[in-house]
């Protein structure tokens, strides 16, 4: 009987902390990655406008410590760009893509405040 009220007690105090410990996880990681990507934009000469991140995978589906982050920005031109960059938590590890913004992408970005 002790034993079971042990487990019970453990999986109830160490759910909440995991649950926790990744919220905290994927808040700081997305907000220090968008830190890295704006501090790019601004080096290199680009208007931030938005951005979205995601993990970033192997091709064998293994998760990689980088993550993903789409920007949508402006050049000096002031022509949307769409970049891709890979960014770790010490900064931008590499530029995945650079290319002329799309119109018909706008539909795959999430709309806020709608």
């Known amino acids: 009987m002790t034993r079971v009220l042990l487990i019970v007690a453990l999986v109830l105090v160490g759910i909440p902390i995991v649950l926790y410990a990744f ?45 993903l982050v789409q920007l949508d920005c402006l050049d000096g031109q002031k022509q949307r760009r769409l970049v891709l960059l890979s960014v770790w938590p010490f900064g931008v590890r590499k530029t995945v893509s650079d290319e002329p913004y799309p119109d018909s992408y706008d539909i795959k970005w999430p709309q806020v405040g709608a």
């Open 23 to 67: 919220w905290v996880t994927h808040t700081l990681v997305g907000r220090l990655c968008i830190r890295h990507a704006r501090r790019f934009c601004s080096r290199t000469g680009l208007e931030f406008r938005r951005a979205r991140w995601q993990p970033e995978f192997e091709p064998s589906g293994v998760k990689m410590e980088s993550t």
